[in-house]
């Protein structure tokens, strides 16, 4: 097993050298070209300053420069700072000052848009995607140019800081989780066993590049050998055109990803029969949806579940296991995972029963930084972490997600899941895509409410949608409004935001109902 995140590449390049690593936008890069790259930019950082331990943040969309520069400074023995493209320049501000970042590396709209801040943090150098840089900034392709194409990796002990991945800021500033280089590599390696990944493969991926998820696809491509097909943002069109042009043995993505592309006409133009299996994270998924994806696509959906908290994935369905549909599979091996009481995490449930998923091994992050109060709140003194999300356990260790605890609507003293409206409502032949959420109601204290988007052409009104529902579950989780929309809010890795639901509701909602 490799010591640190900095000798993946130095790795894979003697095993595999001139085989193709990467592509991106029609541009390829060999193992040794990457090598060679990621060298060049560790001795230009390593001249301006940049040392074992320092914090260098990265900012931008997919592209290669931003898989240069992660693996740049995995070599100096610094910490990467992996910033989502979707933060506001505020958001970055506080985040590159938390973790006390010492350099920026960042495409040029994204750093331009934080230069009138540039005084409130505490960066030694701005390093912009390109080749004409704002005035106190510098050029990445100058910096590259200038950088040596032999180095070292410095090596620190596995079990030090590797990463600081922020959280989302839905209760407050977002909390750096801390993982180890030990953390990230067993991670990389244990979920290229599970799902079965070798040289012979080749992925292809939207997920963005600063998410732990997208982060670990890229990654444990490099890491098996693969061959890694890297799309700057997801389009239906662009995906499958990758898929058939690249001969794809692997997809990952999350949900909304598939259903999209379920209703895009461009499925049926493309042979996708290369594909050998996909992944499917992020979110739960329907299982009506699922099995429509595995009859589309002719190979197994496989769901998994993981956490910035625990450096990817922790659990997912094996591909050479049963593949239960709804369920978010197994343990890692190595990976201890039960169902605790909401009210006291030191009882474990029964199977079937519902509580709090729990994670204890390996993966469990080192704490957050510089928040000693999250990191107790979050991990027990035995170890056990909390994750936030409702599940149960069936008899045979197969684990299922019910919902995320905070997503919760109590409706008239009944607790209603959104994810489980959600996996009946999609199952409606005319749906698409569905997220229910919940609203005040002056009787009830809350009600869902589904929000739906239609198949192309397929027509259906909300009493059709109710009456559905009514068939399917008890008379208190049906929604109690429905709202037909063009799109659902995500976030940058296509994950639905419930939380930003109530921005669709019209005006006569939104000031109370």
């Known amino acids: 097993m490799l010591q640190t995140l900095g000798q993946i590449l130095p790795a894979s390049a003697k095993r595999f050298?001139?085989?193709?690593?990467l592509i991106f936008e029609g541009r390829s890069f060999s193992y040794n070209e990457l090598e060679k790259l990621s060298n060049q930019l560790a001795n230009s950082l390593r001249d301006l300053g940049v040392t074992k331990g320092n914090r260098v943040s990265i900012y931008g969309p997919n592209c290669w420069e931003w898989l240069v520069a992660y693996h740049a400074i995995a070599k100096l023995g610094a910490v990467l700072n992996p910033i989502n493209v979707m933060l506001t320049p505020k958001e970055v501000v506080y985040v590159v000052n938390d973790c006390g970042a010492s350099a920026l590396i960042a495409s040029a709209d994204k750093g331009e848009a934080i230069l009138a801040n540039k005084g409130e943090m505490s960066l030694d150098n701005i390093i912009l995607f390109g080749d004409n840089p704002p005035a106190g900034t510098m050029s990445f392709d100058e910096v590259l140019a200038k950088g040596?194409?032999?180095?070292?990796?410095?090596?620190?002990?596995?079990?030090?800081?590797?990463?600081i991945g922020y959280t989302s800021g839905t209760t407050g500033h977002p909390k750096g989780a801390m993982q180890s280089h030990r953390s990230i590599l067993l991670n990389l390696a244990l979920t290229a066993n599970m799902?079965?990944?070798?040289?012979?493969?080749?992925?292809?991926?939207?997920?963005?590049?600063?998410?732990?998820?997208?982060?670990?696809?890229?990654?444990?491509?490099?890491?098996?050998?693969?061959?890694?097909?890297?799309?700057?943002?997801?389009?239906?069109?662009?995906?499958?055109?990758?898929?058939?042009?690249?001969?794809?043995?692997?997809?990952?993505?999350?949900?909304?990803?598939?259903?999209?592309?379920?209703?895009?006409?461009?499925?049926?133009?493309?042979?996708?029969?290369?594909?050998?299996?996909?992944?499917?994270?992020?979110?739960?998924?329907?299982?009506?949806?699922?099995?429509?994806?595995?009859?589309?696509?002719?190979?197994?959906?496989?769901?998994?579940?993981?956490?910035?908290?625990?450096?990817?994935?922790?659990?997912?369905?094996?591909?050479?296991?049963?593949?239960?549909?709804?369920?978010i599979g197994l343990p890692f091996p190595g990976v201890l995972a039960r169902i605790a009481d909401v009210e006291d995490a030191a009882k474990t449930m029964e199977p079937d029963e519902v509580g709090e998923l729990m994670i204890k091994g390996p993966l469990v992050m080192l704490g957050?930084?510089?928040?000693?109060?999250?990191?107790?709140?979050?991990?027990?003194?035995?170890?056990?972490?909390?994750?936030?999300?409702?599940?149960?356990?069936?008899?045979?260790?197969?684990?299922?997600?019910?919902?995320?605890?905070?997503?919760?609507?109590?409706?008239?003293?009944?607790?209603?899941?959104?994810?489980?409206?959600?996996?009946v409502i999609a199952a409606h032949p005319a749906v698409a895509m569905v997220a229910v959420g919940g609203q005040p109601?002056?009787?009830?204290?809350?009600?869902?409410?589904?929000?739906?988007?239609?198949?192309?052409?397929?027509?259906?009104?909300?009493?059709?949608?109710?009456?559905?529902?009514?068939?399917?579950?008890?008379?208190?989780?049906?929604?109690?409004?429905?709202?037909?929309?063009?799109?659902?809010?995500?976030?940058?890795?296509?994950?639905?935001?419930?939380?930003?639901l109530k921005t669709l509701d019209p005006p006569e909602e939104r000031e109370g109902a």
Not at 374 to 386: N, Q, Y
Not at 392 to 414: C, E, S
């Open 148 to 163: 040596k194409p032999e180095f070292d990796p410095v090596l620190v002990p596995t079990e030090d800081l590797a990463t």
């Open 195 to 327: 799902h079965v990944k070798t040289a012979d493969d080749v992925v292809v991926t939207a997920l963005p590049c600063p998410h732990v998820y997208g982060n670990i696809v890229v990654n444990g491509a490099f890491f098996t050998g693969m061959t890694a097909v890297l799309l700057p943002r997801f389009e239906e069109k662009l995906v499958l055109d990758a898929i058939e042009t690249h001969r794809a043995t692997v997809f990952e993505g999350v949900p909304t990803m598939y259903m999209y592309m379920l209703n895009s006409p461009e499925l049926a133009k493309h042979d996708v029969s290369s594909l050998t299996r996909c992944t499917v994270g992020g979110q739960t998924m329907p299982a009506a949806k699922m099995e429509e994806v595995e009859e589309r696509f002719g190979c197994p959906l496989l769901e998994l579940w993981g956490m910035t908290e625990l450096a990817g994935a922790a659990t997912t369905n094996p591909f050479y296991a049963e593949n239960r549909h709804g369920s």
């Open 441 to 500: 109601d002056e009787t009830k204290g809350e009600i869902a409410k589904a929000y739906i988007v239609l198949r192309d052409g397929a027509k259906a009104d909300a009493d059709a949608i109710i009456a559905y529902c009514r068939e399917q579950m008890a008379a208190y989780k049906v929604p109690k409004r429905v709202q037909f929309v063009e799109d659902l809010p995500k976030t940058s890795t296509g994950k639905v935001m419930r939380r930003e």
């Open 17 to 21: 050298g001139d085989k193709t690593a």
């Open 368 to 423: 957050y930084y510089g928040n000693e109060k999250a990191t107790k709140e979050a991990i027990e003194p035995d170890g056990w972490m909390h994750t936030g999300d409702v599940g149960k356990m069936d008899a045979d260790g197969y684990f299922y997600i019910v919902d995320r605890r905070k997503d919760m609507i109590l409706t008239g003293g009944f607790n209603i899941y959104p994810a489980e409206l959600e996996r």
